[in-house]
């Protein structure tokens, strides 16, 4: 090797894909914009860049091994930015600086109770099945009783 060429550095990670980035300080900084004139005027919505960023955490969140082999991520991404979306208020910029976190764990927990729920309608969905068959008219029914089950909180 010449002295002109030289070799990566070792330890070096390569940078993040610009579409899943958040830089946590311009994260911070729209959300204390935001509760700023949230104390202005109450009735203003959250803005587009701070639910841009709630999609590609909730996106990136999704991609990672944990959650790969699930058919239902979008129902994850949306339930993810739903709780997202109602936790703002809860994030204090006072004891924390670091919104990046706060709503990480949230999407986690979210995926994790999705997880779960989806779990619990597949036992009510085969336990149903096998007690009365798989005929289609109790199909439809099978869902009645899923739907009922799940509502009434077990």
Known sequence: MSKNSQAPKRGRRAKCEPEFYINNREFYQEIL????????????????????????????????????????????ISDAIILCVQKINKFDPIRSRNPFAFFTTAI???????????????????????????????????QEFIAERLYSGF
């Open 108 to 142: 986690m927990n979210c995926f994790i109770g999705r997880i779960e729920k989806e779990k619990r309608e597949s036992i009510y969905k085969d336990h149903f099945l096998h007690a009365y068959g798989e005929r289609e008219d109790m199909i439809s029914r099978g």
């Open 33 to 76: 914009r935001y509760f700023y004139m949230k104390s202005i005027d109450s009735s203003i919505p959250i803005p587009e860049c701070i639910w841009i960023k709630f999609r590609k955490l909730a996106m990136r969140i999704a991609s990672r091994t944990n959650f790969s082999g699930y058919t239902y991520k979008s129902e994850f």
